[in-house]
């Protein structure tokens, strides 16, 4: 598909465990970003990167959360010791170029976390 | 920092309604300004957006103008469809232009 495509869809684990969400941004889009969407709330910022490294980080709630993209394409959110509290859709967004000031942002159906 | 606050809902409408979803924004310097649709099932989707001052978005009848002097981006639409069923979000992105800030959301019901 030409969308953004992220897997799993749904995910449900215990606390305690590590998970990994996956994201494959639009072919040849240079911009990446996590967010997270807490029941009734809005996305928030976790992460952007431009190409391979991240360019604004500041959006990770703490330690146990970390996103690569080794390669510029597709990226990976880990989340360690996962916590109740972390249960969310966690969505993906990617963009041709730059910000959202610059381009579009093109955003997948999301993968919902849940932590029992 | 930045921050959006839009109107709480559920808006509920009878076909062929007007539509007016309130938002108001926090940021320093000159935010360009978005309008957000999430449908049933899909994912967030451009809907309009504006970068300047007076500057006014528009797409699928739905209007938003870029207001400063009241720091707003109001959503509106004049004869609203059953297909407009959904979830609005307010965003915006600062100076820096990294990302976006959304609002709560805004979910609108649309009865035919």
């Known amino acids: 598909g030409a969308g953004v495509s992220q897997t799993p869809s749904n995910k449900v684990t215990e606390k305690g465990k590590y998970v990994e969400l996956r994201c494959d941004p639009i072919?040849?889009?240079?911009?990446l970003y996590w967010y997270r969407q807490s029941l009734g709330q809005g996305p928030e910022f976790l992460i952007y990167f431009q190409g391979t490294g991240a360019a604004d980080d500041s959006g990770l709630p703490n330690d146990r959360f970390f996103a690569v993209r080794p390669e510029g394409s597709v990226s990976t959110l880990k989340i360690q010791r996962t916590e109740r509290g972390d249960s969310a859709v966690y969505l993906c967004?990617?963009?041709?170029?730059?910000?959202?000031?610059?381009?579009?942002?093109?955003f997948g159906e999301g993968s919902r976390l849940t932590v029992l | 920092g930045d921050s959006v606050t839009q109107m709480e809902g559920p808006v509920t409408l009878s076909e062929e309604a007007f539509l007016t979803i309130n938002c108001t924004y926090t940021?320093?310097?000159?935010?360009?300004l978005f309008w957000y649709v999430q449908y049933p099932g899909e994912g967030l989707q451009l809907l309009l957006k504006a970068t300047k001052a007076d500057d006014k978005g528009s797409n699928k009848g739905f209007e938003a103008t870029y207001r400063k002097e009241t720091t707003s981006f109001h959503l509106e639409k004049g004869s609203v469809q059953v297909s407009d069923s959904a979830v609005y979000f307010c965003?915006?992105?600062?100076?820096?232009?990294?990302?976006?800030?959304f609002g709560g959301g805004t979910r609108v019901l649309v009865k035919p």
């Open positions: 965003a915006l992105s600062g100076a820096a232009g990294n990302k976006l800030t």
């Open positions: 940021a320093t310097g000159y935010p360009s």
């Open positions: 967004a990617s963009s041709l170029m730059g910000g959202p000031n610059t381009g579009e942002l093109f």
């Open positions: 072919s040849g889009h240079t911009a």
